[in-house]
């Protein structure tokens, strides 16, 4: 019986061992299993290429290769060239670094590598072509990559934003094709509590503080406004707007860049925050919760207003509770302003370029090729194919425009994403209707065009990087004064400090380096605008 | 026959120690080890000069140090409680129920606990029958230590208990027997004959231990912490993380990392000869 059992346990040990190590085998060679069997028709051998990029958490529970879906087959087919996949483990963006690096280290480059080298990889772009691990596509891209090359000559913002500091271009971009896309995430209220309390939806920070304080003692709500504690950072420039600031870096009105959690504008706002905290109109854990426990406060009714996406807070939201709470409504709504009348100052805003793309490595065993696959992306066909997928499944063409399927609005990520690239990021540019294709609630819809509505596009910093030497510094006192102003909003939120010291917090920061630090940004800014 | 083991440690310890010179250059991982630029004891300086040095020492040394005090007595205390129990059944269920914890990712306990702490949660229900006002424990600095140390030592319990009850079931029992001819009751049999017992047993795992004392659960801390509560959740370790890490700052990780080395080596040589003077036992 003994002998049995120790069998039994060695035995599913082994087959373990094994089940792993085969797992890993598909997934270095299941792009190119796919890709010998679609060159036995071809009479001229296709060129191979390595591909690098994270594969999709929709996709990771249905395949262990790119190269298996329809999307992966149909791009080999059209660009005409056969391409092996390669994924880093796991999704979350550290582990994407951390899987970058071990193949910098390694020495050993694949063709094309996706990866959001703008904000991720330390020193950006420059330093990447520098580090001889990017190839400069300076000369290449205007001859070899001809769609690519007539959009950027046609948008010359984005033309800049693409490039290096140097003028060099370095990446197949991801781009949104519009403004709107860009927007979406901002404050979210409760319109049917609005409703039962004859309350017009909040635009100043009156109305605001108003409506929390309703929503406390007249609906006895616990926690009438609650979010996610890590957006406590910079995107809590969606409510600092109203006094003129952002919790981050900005440029002012007089094209000055300043740093906000150092303004006396942020002691305004810290003073009126930590007014709502003391009345419980804040919700007391607002440190600690995580997305889990704000979604259960706002589908059970214990919150009146919150702060997230349209798509995967808002939607989610809306959709959790279409069948169990009818009633239940929320929008979002302008972010607020001081006096009524006012245009927001701050917002949110994503980037028409968010630093992502495809790239060559200065190992690319075929730059012909690698060129051509990564200008499909902005080709007409391209730009379908990526965005609405494969025609009869994911969408159909109705008076000679794309509409998606009912099986396509229906389903969630993990169908999207087998036919489409539109739902996260890669080398193309995104259409505008795939946020309606996609948000099709009227809330949502409603929501992305209040947060339209703002000055942010004047007052947030372009993507911009310190120079080479100066990184080091400037990582070293940046991550002090950061870590330094996380602590102290804390205490001034829940009045641990008094707001009288907020000088001494000021210069506490000085101390540490902020003007160098401002002053390391401003030059960036300035180099950025004479691109 | 032992040169396989010691080719292998060989190899995979000793060798790759030389790897640690990064915490001594500006190691860029595209440029490599030998051409990276050598600065000296640049980080060092970094670290100790910067204005949180003091408290993340503090942290972490404390943290370690309640962890011994209250962490590893406690296994000991539920095996001489167990030790005592006449039931077989009562004996293996109480087993039983608290090993188990111990099988249970550290993720799902921190959310286990995110959620009992927080203001409408379960510990603050129980607090405020108690007569207490429900408060954001995670949100208040001098609970934190409280909180982590209690969360280990109620997953840990069991299965630490496991090597001492082993050691207990080893002692002989007419070492019992002389005891009680001489008239001692359970508890002077306890202080006399079952502690002396298992002391060899003991203090290897404290030289272990102590040993370990600097490289506090990074992972944990992470997983429970917030900035509200950095003054005492803060560690040597978390805060390299996000200073060093998170923006690739391999050199700074590896310096801190070799100063955390250090410590420890002295404190676990130092655990010894303390051991080996005052005792029979000790680690070499």
């Known amino acids: ?531 | 026959m032992v040169l396989p083991i010691m080719i292998y440690f060989v190899l995979f310890k000793y060798l790759p120690m030389y790897g640690t010179m990064i915490a001594f250059k500006n190691y860029k991982p595209i440029i490599g080890f030998f051409d990276s630029e050598w600065v000296g004891l640049r980080y060092f300086h970094q670290f100790f000069s910067s204005i949180y040095c003091w408290r993340i020492i503090k942290n972490t040394l404390l943290l370690s140090l309640y962890s011994i005090l209250w962490g590893f007595p406690a296994p000991i205390i539920l095996a001489l409680l167990i030790n005592e129990v006449r039931s077989k059944v009562f004996k293996k269920t109480i087993q039983t129920i608290t090993y188990i914890p111990h099988f249970i990712s550290m993720v799902v306990v921190v959310g286990l606990l995110k959620d009992l702490t927080i203001t409408s949660g379960l510990i603050n229900t129980i607090r405020e029958l108690m007569g207490f006002s429900r408060e954001p424990l995670l949100q208040i600095p001098s609970y934190f230590r409280t909180l982590f140390i209690g969360s280990d030592i109620w997953q840990q319990i069991g299965w630490g208990s496991i090597i001492y009850l082993a050691a207990l079931s080893g002692i002989d029992e007419q070492l019992y027997e002389a005891a009680r001819i001489d008239g001692a009751n359970r508890w002077k049999q306890t202080l006399h004959v079952t502690l002396p017992g298992i002391q060899p047993t003991i203090i290897i795992l404290l030289i272990l231990r102590i040993g370990k004392m600097l490289n506090i659960g990074f992972e944990k801390i992470i997983l429970m912490y917030n900035p509200s509560i950095y003054e005492t959740a803060d560690v040597i370790s978390t805060h390299v993380y996000r200073i060093g890490l998170l923006d690739n700052n391999f050199s700074y990780a590896a310096a801190i990392g070799l100063f955390n080395a250090i410590i420890n080596l002295i404190l676990l040589v130092s655990a010894n000869q303390l051991s080996k003077k005052y005792s029979d036992t000790s680690l070499w």
């Open chain 1, 1 to 531: 019986m003994k002998k049995m059992l120790i069998l039994l346990l060695l035995l599913s040990l082994l087959t373990g061992l094994i089940g792993c190590r085969g797992e890993k085998l598909s997934e270095e060679t299941g792009g190119s299993q796919q890709s010998d069997s679609v060159t036995d028709n071809g009479a001229t051998e296709r060129p191979k290429l390595t591909y690098w990029f994270g594969l999709s958490s929709f996709l990771r529970d249905q395949v262990t290769n790119f190269g298996e879906t329809p999307l992966g087959l149909q791009i080999q087919e059209n660009a005409g060239v056969d391409i092996e996949f390669i994924h880093p483990a796991g999704d979350s963006d550290d582990e994407i670094k951390n899987s970058l690096n071990l193949l910098i280290a390694s020495g050993k480059f694949p063709d094309i590598i996706e990866y959001k080298f703008f904000d991720h990889y330390q020193g950006g772009p420059e330093r990447a072509l520098a580090d001889g691990f990017l190839m400069d596509l300076t000369e290449l891209i205007p001859e070899q990559a001809p769609d690519l090359f007539t959009y950027l000559k046609n948008n010359p913002d984005i033309d800049k934003a693409v490039k290096t500091d140097s003028g060099k271009y370095y990446t197949f971009p991801f781009l949104r094709g519009s403004e709107i896309q860009t927007v979406f995430f901002g404050p979210i209220v409760r319109t049917d509590y609005l409703e039962k309390l004859g309350l017009d939806e909040p635009e100043t920070i009156e109305d605001w503080y108003g409506m929390l304080k309703a929503f406390k003692e007249e609906l006895d709500i616990p926690a009438p406004l609650t979010y996610e504690s890590w957006m406590n950072n910079e995107t809590l420039g969606v409510m600092m707007g109203a006094y003129k600031t952002a919790n981050d870096f900005f440029i002012d009105d007089t094209g000055v860049v300043k740093y906000g959690p150092a303004t006396d504008e942020y002691k305004e706002f810290l003073t009126e925050f930590n007014k709502w905290y003391r009345e419980g109109l804040l919700d007391v854990d607002i440190a600690s919760l995580d997305r889990k426990q704000v979604e259960a406060k706002v589908v059970n009714g214990d919150a009146g207003a919150s702060i997230g996406y349209s798509g995967s807070r808002l939607g989610s939201w809306l959709r959790a509770t279409e069948e169990s709470n009818p009633e239940f409504n929320m929008v979002g709504v302008t972010y607020p302003v001081l006096n009524k009348g006012e245009k927001p100052f701050y917002g949110h805003r994503s980037r028409m370029y968010p630093g992502y793309g495809a790239a060559l490595t200065t190992q690319c065993s075929n730059v012909e090729a690698a060129m051509r696959l990564l200008n499909y992306g902005y080709t007409n066909e391209g730009h379908m194919l990526f965005d609405y997928g494969t025609e009869g499944i994911t969408y159909d063409m109705k008076d000679g425009k794309p509409y998606y399927t009912d099986k396509y609005s229906d389903s969630d990520n993990r169908f999207r994403d087998l036919y489409v690239r539109t739902t996260s990021c890669g080398p193309f540019i995104q259409g505008p209707f795939h946020n309606f294709g996609y948000e099709y609630l009227p809330q949502q819809k409603e929501s992305i065009e209040k947060w339209n509505y703002s000055n942010v596009g004047q007052h947030m910093l372009p993507f911009v990087a310190p120079l080479e030497d100066e990184i080091d510094e400037y990582a070293m006192l940046f991550n002090q004064i950061n870590s330094y102003r996380e602590e102290m909003f804390y205490k001034f939120l829940f009045g641990q400090e008094s707001l009288d010291n907020f000088q001494e917090y000021v210069s506490n920061m000085e101390q540490m380096g902020l003007q160098k630090v401002i002053q390391i940004k401003q030059d960036a800014v300035d180099r950025y605008n004479n691109r």
